[in-house]
């Protein structure tokens, strides 16, 4: 399945030409939940069992795969059925990880990265060269997020038009190839604010690294959750802004 379109543009570079251009496809998948629980997003039709996955456990909804009791992809619609660790969620019309509301209270809900794994400064920089060499659908279109999953011999990519979704289907595809996510680490493109880092930290993850910025909220939670955050990965340097001793220079 083609991740996008051909559509004609007029280019404007001294005299204006018409060309086709590229543009990644996106469309609206609804996922609900138990029949109770509702959320519509826009993504990437591709890795949908993956994304879902990953979704169930970044919002804490699954602490593993195995609470999913049925997971059904019906062309835009994925129905999910799982053993909720709360049952007053039921209640709830709609819940998102994509958005910054409410973030003081669900780090409440996290419990700390211990994990002591370490990685170099090397590591990040080669971990980022696979990040962009794989990146097909940005190159393509220039409109899509990537991101991986890096772990002992593990290297899981995915791209989507939303940066939170990208990382939502690395950790699904993490979580049911059974990947130790207490020594792995994220590599993407994009801030990192509050939700970000909280979806990373309920998963165990202990280090995500971008070439972007951190925000304060996120850098918050990254600090009182137990995360290293790299942030400015570019030109074989970066800054390390919480809990530096997982990378070793």
Do not use: C, Q
């Amino acid at each position: 399945m083609k991740l996008y379109r051909e559509v004609v543009a007029f280019k404007v570079d001294g005299k204006t030409v018409k060309v086709k251009e590229r543009v990644v496809k996106d469309s609206e998948i609804h996922v609900i939940i138990n029949g109770a629980i509702s959320r519509r997003f826009y993504v990437t039709p591709s890795k949908l069992k993956e994304f879902a996955v990953g979704y169930l456990l970044g919002e804490g909804l699954i602490r593993r795969v195995s609470d999913i009791n049925l997971l059904d992809i019906n062309g835009e619609s994925i129905n999910v059925e799982i053993n909720l660790k709360d049952a007053n969620m039921e209640k709830e019309p709609v819940i998102g990880s994509d958005s910054l509301g409410g973030w003081r209270s669900k780090i409440e809900s996290v419990e700390y990265v211990e994990s002591k794994f370490r990685i170099t400064k090397d590591e990040v920089f080669e971990a980022f060269d696979r990040l962009v060499k794989g990146a097909r659908l940005w190159r393509m279109t220039g409109g899509a997020h990537v991101a991986a999953l890096v772990g002992e011999g593990e290297f899981v990519l995915a791209e989507d038009v939303s940066r939170h979704v990208a990382v939502d289907k690395i950790i699904g595809a993490g979580a049911i190839d059974k990947v130790d996510f207490a020594r792995s680490f994220i590599v993407y493109s994009g801030r990192m604010p509050a939700d970000m880092l909280i979806k990373v930290a309920r998963v165990g993850i202990p280090i995500i690294a971008s070439n972007a910025a951190p925000t304060y909220s996120g850098y918050k939670v990254a600090k009182d959750a137990g995360l290293t955050m790299v942030g400015f990965v570019r030109d074989g340097r970066f800054n390390i802004y919480t809990h530096p001793e997982r990378i070793k220079i």
